[in-house]
């Protein structure tokens, strides 16, 4: 069982930045391909951006594309969501969640296709 915690949401202004952290409670996360996803009141979960276990690829929505960055840090047990430029529509509870890996260096944008998620962080920015 992994158990994934984030942290680093809050309350920001149009136009500044936040660092969302993921960490896994009392195991590594080396080795699980990583996403991040977030719901805002009323809406579908939606996907924001994954990570490969190696860290090589990363993929993104198009809504945040060059505005916000997946990372690993550097012992792999903690998976970032750099996010700039933040918009009042980006509201919203960001959740982590890993799955195991299969093979290769593959990211996931699907919820489904994750076994593991955290409680999630809420980020409320002003407009």
């Known amino acids: 069982q992994v158990q994934l915690v984030e942290s680093g949401g809050g309350l920001v202004q149009a136009g500044g930045s936040l660092r969302l952290s993921c960490a896994a409670s009392g195991r590594t996360l080396s080795s699980y391909p990583m996403g991040w996803f977030r719901q805002a009141p009323g809406r579908e979960r939606e996907f924001v951006s994954a990570?490969?276990?190696?860290?090589?690829?990363?993929y993104y929505a198009d809504s945040v594309k060059g505005r916000f960055t997946i990372s690993r840090g550097n012992a792999k047990n903690t998976v970032y969501l750099q996010m700039n430029s933040l918009k009042p529509a980006a509201t919203a509870v960001y959740s982590c969640?890993?799955?195991?890996?299969?093979?290769?260096?593959?990211?996931?944008?699907?919820?489904?296709?994750?076994?593991?998620w955290g409680q999630g962080t809420q980020v409320t920015v002003s407009s």
């Open positions: 990570i490969s276990w190696t860290g090589s690829s990363t």
């Open positions: 969640a890993a799955r195991p890996r299969i093979s290769g260096s593959s990211y996931y944008t699907g919820s489904y296709e994750y076994d593991y």
